[in-house]
Each structure stands twice: as C-alpha cells, then as structure tokens.
C-alpha cells in the first residue's frame, strides 16, 4: 500500500510506492497501471519544482502521458518522455540534497529489464518524499 505525503509548498499530495508494486502492476493490468503511474510521478514532479521555484521538474504531466501513449506510435516522443522524466528525478533528488539515482543503470534496465526500470525510478522518488513530504492523515 502507498503511503501518501504532502508536497511541501505546495497544496499537491506524492506517493511513496512499493517497488514491487511499480514494476509488477503494469505487467498485470497490461501497461494500464504504467500510464496512471507515468502521469502521477510527472505530476508529483510539477508540484515539487513549483513549491521549489524551479520548472526543471517539468510543467506538463499531460503532455508526457501522451507521449508514452500516443506518442510511443511513432517511437521517439516515448523514448524523449522517458529519458526526460529519468532527468527529473534525478534533479528532484539534488533538490532535496540526495544524490541522484545512476543514468547508466537507468539505461541498462530500461533496455534489458523494463520492469526493473520502472521500479529504479521509483526507488529514486521514494527518498524525495519520505525527506521532505509531511505525512498525510488517512481519511476516517
């Protein structure tokens, strides 16, 4: 189970996932899961680089869903989509003083093992939101 934190500076809500989760979920859904998940960690990064003052974490969630789906039509807007939204959380995490998960890791498991990929960004979202998210209250 997810557990939710609240951006701070900002009114927008992150997620810290299992990693189990992120990898396993769009293999079971048929890659449904990948889309929910793509657009909410480029919408967690938004609301991170506004409470930040910066917009190197990205202004558009939306535009990056369509990439991967639409766009994945014709290749390039997919693999554009990916390589920036790795980019974005390795700013996030120098943001809030971690260091950056590795690019060529990244590389190596995007190419080899998909799954695995999803879940080494994920792995590099979670340390951002448990060192600054301020935890949410589950609703009653």
């Not at 992150?14 to 990948?34: E, F, G, N």
């Not at 951002?128 to 301020?134: D, P, T």
Request: hydrophobic share 45%; aromatic share 12%; proline share 6%.
């Amino acid at each position: 189970m997810a557990r939710q934190v609240r951006i701070p500076g900002s009114e927008g809500t992150a997620k810290i996932r299992s990693l189990w989760a992120v990898a396993l979920l769009p293999i079971i859904t048929i890659a449904i899961y990948y889309f929910y998940w793509w657009y909410q960690i480029n919408r967690e990064m938004k609301d991170y680089g506004r409470a930040k003052g910066t917009d190197e974490l990205g202004d558009s969630p939306g535009k990056s869903l369509l990439a991967v789906t639409l766009g994945a039509l014709i290749i390039v807007p997919a693999l554009v989509s990916t390589y920036r939204g790795f980019k974005r959380v390795q700013a996030g995490q120098r943001l809030a003083g971690l260091d950056p998960i590795n690019g060529w890791i990244g590389l190596i498991l995007y190419l080899v093992i998909w799954p695995a990929f999803l879940a080494y960004v994920q792995s590099g979202l979670n340390p951002i939101w448990e060192r600054e998210g301020q935890e949410v209250a589950p609703a009653a």
